[in-house]
Nanobody, 124 residues
Framework: QVQLVESGGGSVQAGGSLRLSCAAS????????MAWFRQAPGKEREFVAR????????YYTDSVKGRFTISRDNGKNTVYLQMNSLKPADTAVYYC?????????????????WGQGTQVTVSS
């Protein structure tokens, strides 16, 4: 069982930056691929970024490429999402998720564990 706790959300003006953190409890954190998803009001949860268990491979949705960076510190059981050049369209609740699957996947159903979410609000 893996428990995930996100932090770092908040309110920022367009063009600003935030760094989200997701702390994981439980053994063998490095055996899980980790991802960030987001859900805006009235919309479905959508994939944002994914990182492999050893941190050697990352994958992003097109709308955040060049602005967001996912990273992880397996010694601290933590995954991060650095968000730069934020836009109002990035406003959403951001969720951290863990998957035992090696293959890259952006499907919500492919992730086994989820955090409770952290709100990010970007004003124009």
């Amino acid at each position: 069982q893996v428990q995930l706790v996100e932090s770092g959300g908040g309110s920022v003006q367009a063009g600003g930056s935030l760094r989200l953190s997701c702390a994981a409890s439980g053994p063998t954190f490095s055996s899980y691929a980790m991802a960030w998803f987001r859900q805006a009001p009235g919309k479905e949860r959508e994939f944002v970024a994914r990182i492999s268990g050893n941190g050697g491979s990352t994958y992003y949705t097109d709308s955040v490429k060049g602005r967001f960076t996912i990273s992880r510190d397996n010694g601290k059981n933590t995954v991060y999402l650095q968000m730069n050049s934020l836009k109002p369209a990035d406003t959403a609740v951001y969720y951290c998720a863990a998957s035992v699957r090696v293959a890259v996947t952006i499907r919500v159903g492919s992730y086994d564990y989820w955090g409770q979410g952290t709100q990010v609000t970007v004003s124009s």
